[in-house]
């Protein structure tokens, strides 16, 4: 039922530890993204995938990979997890300016410690 | 680049009045879309309203509307009827329309308290 879903919710790790956040969407959306919420509640976008291709890479470190397998699903892996990654994950979906009523889909975020 | 600025970043409104939030942007598209977007406790970001650049005429969504002035590149929120489920923080953004990138870029946020 749930249109943008994110596993895990929640996610606490030590540094330098590699972990992924695994998005699904079930629109039949063409788009999807990575967005960052920092302590400050700051959202910006990190990444943008179109028919599993990378269209969005906003000057994010290479230690952030997000990978595609298909049109409904966008990973995000983080090598070497610093301090700083601590945040909120959000992923989201569209449809690609095929009509003018869509918007952004908003998964319920996944909360990111790093110890 | 595009910037939206959100110039309040707390307010408080007793229940059943009122309220309006502000919000600037910056762009240098044509067409575009703004939204405002409320993010409760619960950290689920929730569409609120959204507008057409294009379109002359304010959105509105129930008690949520907006006053859209194009040429002052202001887009402010009005709640009217304020409830104690409004609390929440209130992002302001912009998406650009045509090609292949469309991406949200987001105000700093409100903090909207609804007192009773």
């Known amino acids: 039922d749930t249109a943008v879903s994110q596993t895990p919710k929640y996610l606490v790790t030590q540094m330098g530890n590699d972990k992924s956040i695994k998005c699904e969407q079930n629109?039949?959306?063409?788009?999807m993204y990575w967005y960052k919420q920092d302590s400050k509640k700051f959202l910006k976008i990190m990444f943008s995938y179109n028919n599993k291709e990378l269209i969005i890479n906003e000057t994010v470190p290479n230690r952030f990979s997000p990978k595609s397998p298909d049109k409904a699903h966008l990973n995000l892996h983080i090598n070497s997890l610093e301090l700083g990654d601590s945040a909120v994950y959000f992923c989201?979906?569209?449809?690609?300016?095929?009509?003018?009523?869509?918007?952004?889909?908003f998964g319920p975020g996944t909360r990111l410690l790093v110890l | 680049a595009q910037t939206v600025t959100q110039s309040q970043p707390e307010m408080s409104v007793q229940e059943a009045e009122t309220v309006t939030l502000s919000c600037t942007y910056d762009?240098?598209?044509?067409?575009?879309?703004l939204f405002w977007y409320k993010q409760p406790p619960s950290r689920q970001m929730i569409l609120v309203i959204r507008?057409?650049?294009?379109?002359?005429q304010n959105a509105t969504e129930n008690r949520f509307s907006v006053n859209f002035q194009k040429a002052a590149k202001s887009f402010s929120l009005k709640i009217s009827d304020s409830q104690l489920g409004d609390t929440a923080m209130y992002f302001c953004a912009l998406e650009n329309s045509g090609g292949s990138n469309y991406k949200l870029t987001f105000g700093k946020g409100t903090l909207l308290t609804v007192n009773p």
């Open positions: 507008q057409e650049a294009y379109k002359q």
């Open positions: 989201a979906s569209r449809v690609q300016g095929l009509n003018a009523e869509e918007t952004q889909y």
């Open positions: 762009t240098s598209e044509s067409n575009y879309y």
């Open positions: 629109l039949g959306h063409d788009t």
